[in-house]
């Protein structure tokens, strides 16, 4: 079992910044594929970015060069620094946990609200 909570969401105006904290407990970190996906209102849920066990990333195009994925196995956490943050950022951001990196996740965390507005 792996228990995942997030933290850093919050209100920020368009062209700010937020930096998303995942922390996990329960198994070992490391062997994890990590994700962070969003939810906006009325919308599906979607995958944001991704970094694998061994520290390899991809991003959805609409977010590429603003946001980076980022992990640290010593402290079972994983970031998401999110700049230049645009109003269709918003939603609900959930992080993921997956032992196989094609399937879907394992474990889920239990969000944190970014809303993007001025």
């Known amino acids: 079992q792996v228990q995942l909570v997030e933290s850093g969401g919050g209100l920020v105006q368009p062209g700010g910044s937020l930096r998303l904290s995942c922390v996990a407990s329960?198994?070992?970190?490391?062997?994890?594929?990590m994700g962070w996906y969003r939810q906006a209102p009325g919308k599906q849920r979607e995958l944001v970015a991704h970094?694998?066990?061994?520290?390899?990333?991809n991003y959805r195009d609409s977010v590429k060069g603003r946001f980076t994925i980022s992990r640290d196995n010593a402290r079972n956490t994983v970031h998401l620094q999110m700049n230049s943050l645009k109003p269709e950022d918003t939603g609900v951001y959930y992080c993921?946990?997956?032992?196989?990196?094609?399937?879907?996740?394992?474990?889920w965390g239990q969000g944190t609200h970014v809303t993007v507005s001025s």
């Open positions: 970094i694998t066990s061994g520290g390899n990333t």
């Open positions: 993921c946990a997956k032992k196989v990196v094609v399937s879907p996740c394992d474990y």
């Open positions: 329960g198994s070992i970190f490391s062997i994890y594929h």
